[in-house]
């Protein structure tokens, strides 16, 4: 016998999906079609709908689904929507919708027609997605990657945004913009000083106080580091922005407390205006870049100025700020970057091709007139440029690190010159020759091992070689200068601190340095017929080398009356344009072999 198999009670399928329907997560609402006003009529929604407008199903029956739309509602695609309906097109878009409460909400949704069996529309279904939550996050995501975590503040990508579009505005109506790039002075000194936390911690308040001296249509963002970046937009004059820079600049005059210390900093700033939309963003970054860097070159001199003008012999006590200034960009500055760019290349290759060469300065004695020693400063005759002095490329092969090289080449050629000169002027061979050492050729590992190299190889006297560093680079960390002068000194070379003045010497490494010679720096010769307080100042000095066993160096000395004052505060050898400018080979030995007969040509004397 089969078993009798007992059929199910299914309900209908059309129930089926009126069931699945109402289940459904999705909001689904059923309309009539009339498109003209009053609009459709609502004649069915489901659970979903309820629970995502808080309307009940008796509530919405009848009406028109513009009670769900408020003031966010997008009106654009609201004519869209009927424009498409009409063609009997499907839609879906985006939008803001309204809950009975009166609350916002999100939604993705889509349209279709339902048909009858003729094919002729009758209803329009709407199937409406809350999509509020993804779009909280997506907005958090967009902020995360727009904004520095550190400060809040927007970063480069948000301000190349909004650069990129104050630009288009300048499109429709003539319109000033302004950038300013603004770079924190000796940041790096607070950081490597009291640690990356106060570090942190002051660059969000100087992040606040830059925010709180603009306007609220201005950007101001976080490059990276202690850099920032600003964005002036539709400002009335360039003279509004000048206002604006020493505003900013202004807005750190007040010490910091950070971690309950007061702390002081300054920035420089960068200028460039733009009123064209053809401005590139990069590009009108970059100048603004390259004015800043100027307006730290520019700050960093009149920073040295001042501090001579305030020099005294004590040069004790904290490094005191000040360089604090704003630049507008120029095309110079252009070209100056551009040069400094090149010359990176353009030195490595001017060093194999030989474009450098040693000129001499003769050192003087002030009692017998006699050429004592030769001050060896590197030239570069650049093929196209002339001859460039070494101020305007030592910082850049500094910075290149082709100077421990040019350095190498200049002590050799300088050893190998004195030993010919020793050789063909007998009496000669007490003649002296210095060499200057860059900070970078300074801290070179084994700069002891190769001058050694040199000196053997040239079969020189020790003692007929100095050393020449600047009291700036001898007293940066001091206690790891002691340990490189002794080994130099080791190898029975003289060392000599140059520039001395514009540094801050302590006395007590100043009294354990193994060194020969101080040079007095020049700014304070200069001063000497002009203000009786550098006389003062000198004469200190050389009273300190005195008392520390130096031999003691003016240089720079360009007047009679500068010589008079010198000797008379009880200097004994001196350099400058009044004896000699740097001469090139040929012409020293011509000068050295003149002075073998009897003193230079130089009066010594006040003759008046
Ligand atoms: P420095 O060591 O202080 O050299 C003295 C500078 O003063 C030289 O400039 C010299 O030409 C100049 N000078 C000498 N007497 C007078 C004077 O009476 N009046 C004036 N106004 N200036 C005078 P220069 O040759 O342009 O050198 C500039 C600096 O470049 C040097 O300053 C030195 O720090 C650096 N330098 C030069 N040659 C070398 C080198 O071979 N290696 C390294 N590392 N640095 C060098
Ligand atoms: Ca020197
Ligand atoms: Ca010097």
């Not at 999509?131 to 996050?137: A, D, G």
């Not at 080791?490 to 601190?497: D, E, F, H, Q, T």
């Not at 000095?541 to 003016?554: C, E, F, K, S, Y």
């Not at 001469?583 to 130089?602: C, D, H, Q, S, V």
């Amino acid at each position: 016998m089969k078993p009798q198999r007992r059929k199910k009670q299914h309900k209908e399928p059309a129930h089926l999906l009126t069931d699945a329907m109402w289940h459904a997560r999705e909001a689904v609402l059923i309309t009539t079609m009339e498109l003209d006003p009053p609009g459709p009529e609502i004649v069915y929604v489901n659970e979903g709908f309820c629970r995502m407008t808080g309307y009940a199903r008796a509530e919405v029956i009848g009406e028109t689904p513009r009670i769900l739309h408020g003031p966010k509602t997008n009106r654009a695609q609201l004519d869209r929507l009927r424009h498409q309906l009409a063609s009997g097109q499907p839609f879906d878009g985006e939008t803001i919708n309204y809950r009975k409460d009166g609350s916002e909400y999100v939604i993705e949704w889509y349209i279709v027609p339902l048909r009858d069996t003729a094919g002729e529309i009758t209803h329009w279904m709407a199937i409406q997605r809350d999509i509020t939550e993804r779009k909280v996050l997506e907005e958090q995501l967009r902020y995360q990657v727009l904004h520095d975590p550190l400060t809040g503040l927007p970063n480069r990508i948000l301000f190349m945004e909004r650069l990129e579009h104050a630009l288009s505005l300048a499109n429709r109506k003539p319109r000033l913009n302004a950038v300013l790039f603004a770079d924190l002075d000796d940041f790096k000194v607070v950081n490597d000083s009291l640690g990356h936390e106060a570090g942190d911690d002051l660059l969000t308040q100087v992040a606040r106080r830059f925010r709180s001296n603009l306007r609220s249509e201005d950007t101001i963002a976080r490059f990276g580091g202690d850099e920032f970046g600003i964005l002036l937009e539709d400002v009335p004059t360039a003279s509004y922005v000048a206002n604006a820079a020493e505003r900013i600049v202004d807005s750190l005059r007040e010490a910091f407390l950070v971690k309950g210390r007061e702390l002081a900093i300054t920035c420089s700033l960068g200028i460039v205006l733009a009123a064209s939309s053809r401005e590139r963003p990069n590009e009108l970054i970059r100048k603004a870049d390259v004015a800043m860097y100027e307006a730290k070159r520019e700050g960093k001199q009149r920073f040295a100025r001042e501090l001579m003008r305030k020099a005294d012999i004590a040069m004790y006590g904290a490094k005191g700020g000040g360089k604090a200034r704003y630049q507008m960009f120029d095309p110079d500055m252009n070209t100056r970057a551009l040069k400094r760019f090149d010359f990176e290349s353009d030195l490595k290759r001017g060093l194999e091709r030989g474009e450098f060469v040693v000129y001499y300065q003769p050192k003087v004695s002030l009692a017998t007139g006699n050429i004592l020693g030769l001050e060896a400063l590197v030239r570069w005759e650049h093929p196209e440029l002339g001859l460039v002095p070494p101020s305007e490329f030592i910082p850049v092969a500094e910075n290149s690190g082709v100077i421990v090289d040019i350095g190498r080449w200049v002590l050799q050629e300088t050893c190998v010159q004195l030993r010919r000169w020793h050789d063909s002027h007998a009496s000669e061979s007490s003649l002296r020759a210095s060499v200057n050492l860059s900070a970078r050729q300074f801290r070179t590992p084994d700069l002891a091992g190769g001058i050694a190299g040199v000196l053997k190889e040239t079969g020189l006297d020790p003692e007929s070689l100095e050393l020449e560093i600047t009291e700036t680079v001898v007293m940066d960390d001091a206690q790891a200068t002691l340990g490189i002068l002794e080994t130099l000194k080791s190898l029975g070379v003289r060392l000599a601190i140059d520039d001395f003045g514009t540094g801050y010497s302590s006395l007590a490494y100043l009294k354990r340095f193994p060194v020969d010679t101080l040079k007095i720096d020049r700014l304070f010769v200069a001063g000497l017929d002009k203000s009786v307080e550098d006389e003062v100042i000198v004469a200190a000095m050389i009273g300190l080398a005195r008392d520390l066993g130096l031999t003691v160096i003016p240089e720079g000395v360009e007047t009679l009356e500068q010589l008079r004052r010198l000797r008379k505060a009880g200097c004994d050898v001196a350099q400058g344009y009044y004896f000699s400018r740097p001469l090139p080979l040929e012409a020293m030995t011509a000068m050295l072999r003149r002075n073998l007969l009897g003193g230079g040509p130089w009066t010594l004397q006040d003759t008046s």
